[in-house]
């Protein structure tokens, strides 16, 4: 069980996008911009350095510099959940200290990624992990991406260390997250992860939710929340009938950050393009704007409910 209080981390959490210069640099000055930008629009969590922050096309420096500048930003005003995740042990031991060093409130990792460990590795791994920093450590399982999918096992296994205060359940099934809230019980968190069953997630136990899409309308996703924390369920199942479908033409553009990041720009947060190997899409995109202006009229339209 874990030693930490998880109650702070039930908030929708904005898995942020990295802002690059036009020489694919970080734009340090766009990463403070848009950590103010969710704070103001009431957001109280994000998660930085993951699949949506494009954390494994950054180099370890840069993670750092990424994790330290939202932290002295906002982290006065925000949880700031860090993914450490990386191809070996030791660097993400390395990010770990860090960012318990400039004040992150919790770290998150994935498996190793390109290899298929086994599931001792990933112990092991996950478990070095815990070690390099005293912070709540959240399991982070996407077998989509990384082609290994968190047994009960190792579940179970990874429960008795003091320091893993929940999961990132990023797997398809909707059921996973009932069997990992069942097994860790009250004191544990379990965030949904696919955007499309937000509501589905939590109604199976979860108890928040961080995703790709939260940044592109930050509104609806806390708005499905509110009703849920309401026990509103009927009018947060309305508000996901809109989402999700918004959630599909986010994924029809040549890449989905481009596109999340495309919108938060014409929102004016300029966030400049993802890196290569994702595409870019233009802002003037006729259904990039288009989306953008629908995205605007979804919040109008579900302000009062």
């Not at 009927?234 to 996901?240: E, F, L, R, T």
């Not at 999700?244 to 029809?252: A, E, K, N, W």
């Not at 720009?265 to 966030?271: A, E, K, V």
């Not at 802002?283 to 579900?302: C, F, G, H, R, S």
Request: with cysteine; glycine share 8%; net charge negative.
């Amino acid at each position: 069980m874990s030693k930490f209080d998880i109650n702070k981390f039930k908030h929708v959490t904005v898995a942020l996008n990295t802002p690059f210069k036009q020489d694919g640099s970080v734009d340090v000055d766009a990463v403070k911009a848009v950590s103010r930008y969710f704070r103001d629009k009431g957001i109280k969590q994000m998660y930085v350095c993951g699949s949506t922050g494009e954390g494994f096309l950054l180099d370890t420096e840069e993670r750092m510099l990424v994790t330290e500048t939202v932290v002295k930003e906002v982290g006065q005003d925000m949880n700031i959940i860090v993914h450490v995740g990386c191809p070996d042990t030791r660097h993400s031991c390395m990010l770990a200290e860090h960012a318990e060093k400039v004040g992150a409130a919790a770290t998150s990792a994935v498996p190793c990624v390109y290899y298929r460990p086994s599931e001792e590795s990933v112990y092991r791994h996950w478990t070095e992990i815990t070690k390099a920093a005293d912070l709540p450590f959240f399991i982070y399982n996407i077998p989509q991406l990384t082609g290994f999918n968190l047994s009960m096992n190792l579940f179970n296994r990874m429960l008795e260390n003091e320091r893993v205060a929940g999961v990132k359940c990023s797997s398809d099934p909707a059921q996973d997250i009932l069997r990992f809230k069942l097994a860790g019980g009250k004191d544990f968190i379990v965030f949904n992860g696919p955007d499309e069953q937000f509501v589905a997630g939590r109604l199976l136990g979860a108890d928040a939710g961080i995703g790709g899409t939260y940044g592109a309308m930050p509104e609806l996703y806390m708005k499905m929340d509110e009703l849920i924390k309401r026990g509103e369920w009927d009018k947060a199942a309305q508000v996901q009938n809109i989402v999700t479908p918004l959630i599909y033409r986010l994924c029809s553009f040549a890449s989905m950050h481009g596109a999340v990041k495309g919108i938060i720009s014409l929102d004016g947060c300029p966030m400049g393009d993802p890196r290569l190997p994702f595409l870019p899409v233009a802002l003037d995109d006729p259904e990039l704007v288009q989306l953008y202006k629908d995205i605007k009229q979804a919040i109008a339209d579900t302000k009062d409910l």
